[in-house]
């Protein structure tokens, strides 16, 4: 067997490993199962294609992305070892190339993604042809805990006990439970040898901005760093197409990127991205896990990661050489309000909910922080460091303030108008601004209203993002994003506690002026009418027709704004006449309560809106208290529905006329009469 340090020359061209690497190395061609997390950039992948030329059999390489598999097979066949990969997006030349290698038994790396572990002639033809390890690329993919959690990773433990064969796994980003649920996943509990090899990418100068007129803020940070390659990470398919037109027309090379787009599409983005040079790729985070591109510059988040997690790994693309990189990660209250409903409106049980809501706790504390960034960063991990000099917050320290006082006094609007509302109504109260809706609530009477003049609207905007980041408001999916206040702030409401905020981020807020266009409707109705927009098009979709034929805007929003509770309340909204009542409410009514309704009779609901609907409901409750008689002993006896909608529509005014109703008959009109006649007399 040649010698680990002679092959990494030879092959590689490195005259050492890198620190920390050879330990791992010699780990691996010994057999051992193995853990390894080490920072992006550090040279993971190294670790377990070396030790497969020094084993007998294929090493099969379990990856998430294909990219990543093409890009780690075509620099090893550049520097002469024979491996392969199989992925869907495969030519069928290239899938047979891939598999006479490996009946010629030349193959020393078959890279595979984990959705391939589902075929059952997998196992098998992985054990025909010789595996004798498995390295597993981008692990923390097996643990749901982690942020980019693939249910395919699941079976990889399953394979290591079918085919009895060593298994090594490397990951960038593991906090203690992603390391837990990893070494029970992939290793049974059975602990494997474990190396943790820090966090810290000190080449990495890290910097996080509060979002305003985010477009031009990317344009110029872009402009900035004209020819260099970079990344820029979109919260939306849409949004990488509209900003990379953008740069386009102010003059850079640029592409876009997401998992929207036809295969060879992507595939001819990243092989542009690998050759180029000072291209820009503007993605979903479905671009660059593992891209070994070593000369990205610069990595900017046009939108909030979903976790701490995920910035780390996203932000690792940049300055894989060393030589120092850029990034810049935008933020406002709408991406911490969207981030926060993705984890309530997900499927994950509560555990992994709050797991979850903790790590996008440790990104805002990163980008609220009032000190180095690295030394949060860092400190999520475990780790601990001096400043760091490189970070927007060094070079510039924030300006702080004691906001004690303010936060109690929004905590106090939020709590005294029930937690039903968003900042928008929030900052209203607290500023005395008498808005129709702050009027018709009787808001302008509470106490905390206008108590905030000192600060602006826009200031008090950034007072509430603060707190969103520190967790001390948070939005509720049940109420349509109203915030409502977690236990973290009660000491600070009880005087217990003290909080510091940043003021630089508020008086810049204070101090911008804003142009922006008139929202459809005020901010804490966006999430419920996005909410109806949503069922509208499912409704529409359903149907064949288009979505204006279902309701149009103006209706959705005049729902969204007055927030009917019954059909009844429905029917007053423009746009709603029987007919769509009778198609449609019920499925709006719903969306707005949160919640299934038991629907109304078909004789009540032709009587929404109507002065007779709420005779009905008296008529009904009457019968229903009456049912047994007075004293609860007598012969069950009720109305139907469509005997009750006539008394309610017709109104009989005496025992004789409410006796001629069809349906009543004697019996009915002498246990229900007279509580009838009361109830007509009242209406």
């Not at 670790?47 to 097979?73: E, H, K, N, W, Y």
């Not at 344009?219 to 509209?242: D, H, N």
């Not at 671009?287 to 995920?310: N, Q, T």
């Not at 019996?667 to 009469?673: C, K, L, N, Q, S």
Request: aromatic residues 6%; neutral net charge; charged residues 25%.
């Amino acid at each position: 067997m040649t010698a680990p340090d002679v092959l990494l020359h030879q092959v590689w061209g490195f005259s050492a490993f890198r620190p920390g690497q050879e330990e791992i190395v010699q780990a691996v061609i010994a057999g051992r199962n193995t853990l390894a997390i080490m920072p992006t950039g550090g040279g993971k992948s190294l670790c377990f294609q070396l030790p497969a030329l020094c084993r007998d059999g294929v090493t099969v390489v379990i990856s998430p992305l294909i990219a990543l598999m093409r890009d780690q097979v075509r620099a090893l066949k550049a520097a002469g070892v024979e491996a392969g990969a199989l992925t869907s997006g495969n030519t069928e030349d290239e899938t047979e190339e891939v598999f006479g290698a490996l009946d010629a038994g030349r193959l020393k790396l078959l890279y595979l993604a984990p959705e391939r572990l589902a075929s059952a002639g997998t196992s098998a033809m992985l054990r025909r042809v010789g595996v004798s390890m498995i390295a597993v690329d981008e692990a923390h993919c097996v643990s749901q805990w982690g942020h980019d959690f693939r249910p395919d990773y699941l079976r990889i433990g399953e394979l290591r006990r079918a085919l009895g064969v060593p298994l090594a796994a490397f990951t960038a980003t593991a906090d203690a439970e992603t390391r837990a649920e990893i070494v029970t996943r992939l290793f049974d509990g059975e602990p494997p040898v474990t190396f943790l090899r820090g966090f810290d990418r000190p080449n990495i100068r890290l910097a996080f901005a509060v979002k305003d007129n985010p477009r031009d803020q990317i344009l110029r940070y872009a402009a900035s760093r004209k020819g260099q390659s970079g990344i820029i990470y979109c919260g939306s398919r849409s949004k990488t197409e509209v900003l990379a037109q953008a740069l386009r027309e102010a003059g850079h090379s640029v592409l876009h990127y997401h998992a929207g787009m036809e295969a060879h599409d992507r595939r001819e983005a990243e092989l542009r991205f690998q050759q180029e040079d000072g291209l820009i790729v503007v993605a979903t985070v479905a671009f660059g896990m593992g891209i070994d591109k070593p000369d990205i510059r610069w990595v900017a988040h046009a939108d909030l990661p979903k976790s701490i997690e995920g910035y780390y790994q996203e932000i690792g693309r940049a300055g894989r050489d060393g030589a120092p990189a850029d990034t810049l990660t935008l933020y406002g209250p709408d991406d911490i309000r969207l981030r926060r409903s993705q984890i309530d409106e997900g499927a994950a049980p509560g555990e992994r909910k709050q797991a979850d809501h903790g790590r996008l706790n440790a990104l805002l504390g990163l980008a609220e922080a009032t000190h180095c960034r690295r030394q949060v960063l860092l400190g999520y991990f475990g780790e601990t460091s001096e400043p760091c000099g490189n970070c927007d917050l060094c070079q510039r320290p924030a300006k702080l303030f004691d906001a004690t006082e303010a936060v109690r006094k929004a905590l106090s609007a939020v709590l005294r108008t029930g937690e039903y509302f968003g900042v928008g109504h929030l900052v209203d109260i607290l500023t005395g601004n008498p808005t129709a809706k702050v009027v018709e609530r009787g808001h302008d009477q509470l106490p905390t209203f206008a108590v905030g003049r000192d600060l602006s609207k826009s200031a008090w905007t950034a007072v509430f993002r603060q707190m969103m980041g520190r967790d001390l408001v948070r939005p509720d999916p049940d109420r349509f994003g109203a915030l409502r206040m977690t236990d973290a702030a009660r000491p600070i409401l009880r005087g217990e506690a003290n909080i510091t905020l940043r003021a630089d981020t508020v008086e810049k807020a204070d101090r911008s002026e804003r142009n922006t266009a008139r929202v459809q409707v005020d901010e804490e109705d966006v999430a419920l009418l996005t909410a109806l927009k949503s069922k509208r098009r499912n409704l529409a979709e359903a149907q064949g027709v288009p979505a204006y034929v279902v309701f149009p805007d103006r209706t959705l929003i005049e729902m969204a704004e007055k927030r009917p509770q019954t059909l009844d309340e429905m029917i007053g909204i423009t746009g709603i006449g029987a007919r769509k009542l009778e198609s449609y409410g019920q499925a709006f009514l719903e969306v707005i309560l949160g919640e299934k309704v038991d629907p109304p009779s078909a004789a009540r609901r032709k009587l929404a809106g109507r002065s007779a609907g709420p005779i009905y409901d008296r008529l009904e409750e009457a019968q229903v208290a009456l049912s047994r008689g007075e004293n609860g002993l007598g012969k069950y006896l009720t109305c139907s529905a469509s005997t009750l909608r006539q008394i309610a529509e017709s109104r009989p005014s005496t025992l004789a006329d409410l006796y001629r109703v069809s349906g009543m008959g004697e019996a009915r009109t002498e246990r229900f009469g007279a509580v009838f006649l009361d109830i007509l007399r009242d209406t």
